[in-house]
């Protein structure tokens, strides 16, 4: 214990706010993603397998081409083929959320494991110097500047996005008309049936717009946080961005700031273990932040839910 | 045609589920099934077998995927030259879950194969557990010692290889000249999981790093996982971060991150297993190879010629070529005039120290020779 707060300057620092981002942004496009179909009410536990196929297609579509936007964009086109499979089985079919859910993500991982074995003749990785990575972004008028350059200074062009698309996601659910249909989809369908909004249309454009995010967010990881693809890469950051999802409510800046409480336990763990903290106690911190906002986020919703039905009465 | 679809569409998922649960799912299930009919049969096949020509029938079980560049390459090498060398009939189950690991074992036991090599220590509790049900088949562990009487076991002075990889880098992090090098007498180490063997690697690291500077400061860290990289990637900027300017890997496909972490922020790091200096030109200073390719090879060699002995252990040593540095011509490439040739002189000096037994590089509880 001593040794932690002999060093609290070395765990504690300004590189930390790099990280802590670095490490959430995976899990905020993941969020991102599983937030577009919750507010049409349907649960994406699909999340993890989209990114997965995304991942795979980024890095196999830039090797063969050369090109990260190539790459990026068939990633974000497969992510929306997957989640098609979660969209018509649940839209059309009525299947259960969860079920199919699971499906896609056993599926992908099967199927990424073959293909993997199939187009590149390799068994758990592939990484290869022909592989070309999403560009970071060096501001260089910044590199001068103490603490500013130190956060700012090198970025992923993928890291940037995210911050415009958590702004453009919560102008496009909270202030067009798009976004006002997609949430009266998600709430009370019959009503938005009543005004003349086609539920399934909406519900299907949601479902593909989650899937270009979900594609997007695998690109990030296998083409700009690294540039290699490994079986099952997402390590559950899927199923992280969903926990984040129901803390926020759906709102797009909310989850994201349950994302950064994510990436914040996973930063300072790291960084904790070199002082002698045991590692199964470390590297359970981020399930325990996870059991932890999910509690407190119910807890709220369901006060707030028994304050609006007390002032009914 | 409504029903049509959704039959297809329920078939598909179907499909989908089967496929993917995993080699692990799967294989025990059809194991179990075929073996409940096929046990029998198997007993008398294995009878028939010695005295007939068929190739004898060896599973590797590994803890992690194949194509980690590392450790379960190094293992799959060796497996592959002895299918090049004697024609054996060879069978690779891998898996990332500890749950896929003891099923993945189970479904080799049932199948009847006369060698199943458990390729790491993280297997060695499952072959203690039901090694005893299956009295005719022979087992083989590497990394660890199992004491059957039908378990031969091979494991590795790590702790001295390690000695020399802590101690060159120990070396380095002092020299300031070269490009990222900092004035901070700290080092790290990423590990994958916190598993005994790993500590046994520490535990040469840091006495071979304070043999060089008694004040030197070590980073420790495990991911947790054996593949992903990501996890080790952000495991060494942490270490980056604090301080360290050099990172050892002892993380199988976790450490492919580590690699690519050091090469990202101009930094160094160390490989381990296999030699990993070309993965990441520049990066990494050298590798510290475990011959894991030889103990594999060696097992199904005994079993091949008829000199399996059950219940022994085979300890490779620096002396014996077990464990060593890799020969830093990748690193001084890219170092050009700035490579620290004081370094490889250094290594050689303590290595033939340890090897004449003027020093003697500590184990972690339960490993050495005498284990």
Redesign the interface.
């Known amino acids: 214990m001593g040794a932690i707060i002999e060093?609290l300057d070395?765990?504690i620092?300004v590189?930390?706010i790099y990280?802590t981002f670095?490490?959430a942004t995976?899990i905020i496009f993941a969020a991102l993603c599983a937030a577009i179909t919750q507010q049409a009410n349907i649960l994406n536990v699909g999340t993890e397998g989209i990114m997965l196929v995304g991942a795979f297609t980024a890095v196999a579509v830039s090797y063969f081409t050369g090109s990260w936007v190539v790459g990026v964009a068939a990633a974000m086109l497969a992510g929306v083929l997957i989640a098609m499979i979660i969209g018509?089985?649940h839209i059309k079919?009525g299947?259960d959320n969860c079920a199919?859910g699971m499906?896609?993500n056993?599926?992908?991982?099967?199927?990424t494991?073959f293909l993997l074995n199939v187009v590149f003749g390799?068994?758990?990785?592939?990484?290869s110097p022909e592989i070309d990575p999403i560009p970071r972004v060096k501001l260089e008028f910044l590199s001068e500047v103490p603490i500013l350059g130190e956060i700012f200074c090198n970025w992923s062009i993928a890291e940037w996005f995210v911050i415009i698309l958590i702004i453009a996601l919560q102008f496009l659910f909270y202030k067009t008309v798009w976004g006002l249909r997609l949430r009266a989809v998600g709430q009370f369908p019959e009503a938005a049936k009543t005004a003349g909004i086609n539920v399934n249309k909406i519900k299907y454009q949601a479902v593909a717009f989650a899937g270009m995010i979900g594609g997007l967010a695998g690109a990030h990881?296998s083409l700009g946080?690294?540039?290699?693809f490994?079986?099952?890469?997402t390590?559950n950051r899927g199923f992280m961005g969903v926990a984040a999802m129901y803390f926020g409510g759906a709102n797009p800046v909310f989850t994201s700031l349950g994302c950064l409480l994510f990436g914040f336990a996973?930063?300072v763990g790291?960084?904790l273990?070199?002082y002698g903290i045991?590692?199964?106690f470390v590297?359970m911190m981020p399930y325990i932040v996870t059991i932890a906002v999910l509690s407190v986020s119910m807890a709220v919703k369901l006060s707030a839910n028994k304050k609006r039905q007390s002032s009914l009465n | 045609m409504k029903k049509l679809v959704s039959a297809a569409l329920a078939a598909s998922l179907c499909l989908g589920l089967t496929a993917c649960g995993g080699g692990a799912a799967e294989t025990t299930a059809a194991a179990t099934t075929v073996a409940a009919t096929e046990t029998t049969a198997a007993a008398a096949e294995a009878t028939t077998a010695a005295a007939s020509e068929d190739p004898i029938r060896v599973c590797v079980v590994y803890t992690g995927n194949l194509g980690d560049k590392s450790y379960n390459d190094s293992c799959n090498a060796g497996a592959q030259q002895a299918v090049t060398d004697f024609g054996i009939e060879l069978k690779s189950l891998e898996g990332s879950t500890a749950e896929e690991w003891e099923s993945n074992l189970l479904a080799a036991c049932e199948e009847g194969y006369d060698l199943v090599i458990g390729a790491s220590s993280n297997i060695a509790d499952y072959i203690t557990e039901h090694g005893p049900n299956y009295p005719d088949t022979k087992f083989a562990v590497i990394d660890t010692t199992v004491d059957l009487p039908n378990v031969q076991s091979i494991s590795f002075a790590q702790n001295e290889g390690s000695f020399l990889a802590g101690a060159a880098a120990a070396m380095f992090t002092e020299m300031t000249d070269i490009d990222g090098v900092n004035e901070d007498a700290i080092i790290g180490w990423v590990g994958g999981m916190d598993i005994p063997v790993l500590h046994d690697f520490f535990t040469g690291y840091e006495q071979g790093a304070k043999y060089i500077n008694p004040d030197i400061q070590i980073l420790q860290a495990f991911a947790g996982e054996w593949s992903n990289p990501l996890k080790g990637k952000e495991l060494t900027f942490a270490q980056f971060d604090q301080g360290a300017d050099i990172v050892m890997n002892v993380a199988s496909g976790t450490g492919a991150g580590v690699l690519e972490g050091a090469k990202e922020k101009g930094l160094y790091a160390i490989g381990v297993d296999l030699n990993q200096d070309a993965d990441q030109p520049g990066a990494v200073l050298t590798s510290m190879v475990k011959r894991v390719d030889n103990a594999c090879y060696l097992t199904i060699q005994s079993v091949v010629e008829g000199t399996f002995a059950g219940g022994t252990t085979q300890y490779l040593s620096l002396k014996d070529g077990g464990v060593s540095l890799t020969d830093f011509s990748v690193i001084k490439e890219h170092l050009g005039d700035k490579f620290p040739q004081e370094i490889v002189d250094k290594v050689d000096e303590l290595s033939e120290k340890i090897i004449a037994g003027e020093i003697v590089v500590e184990n972690y509880e339960g490993f050495g020779p005498a284990n």
């Not at chain 1, 056993?106 to 199927?111: R, S």
């Not at chain 1, 490994?230 to 890469?233: D, F, G, H, S």
């Open positions: 060093n070395k765990i620092n590189s930390l990280a670095r490490s995976p018509i089985g079919y299947a199919i499906g896609v056993m599926l992908a991982l099967a199927i494991k390799m068994n758990g990785s592939f990484s990881l946080y690294s540039t290699q490994v079986e099952n890469m390590s996973d930063s790291a960084r273990q070199a045991p590692s199964q590297l």
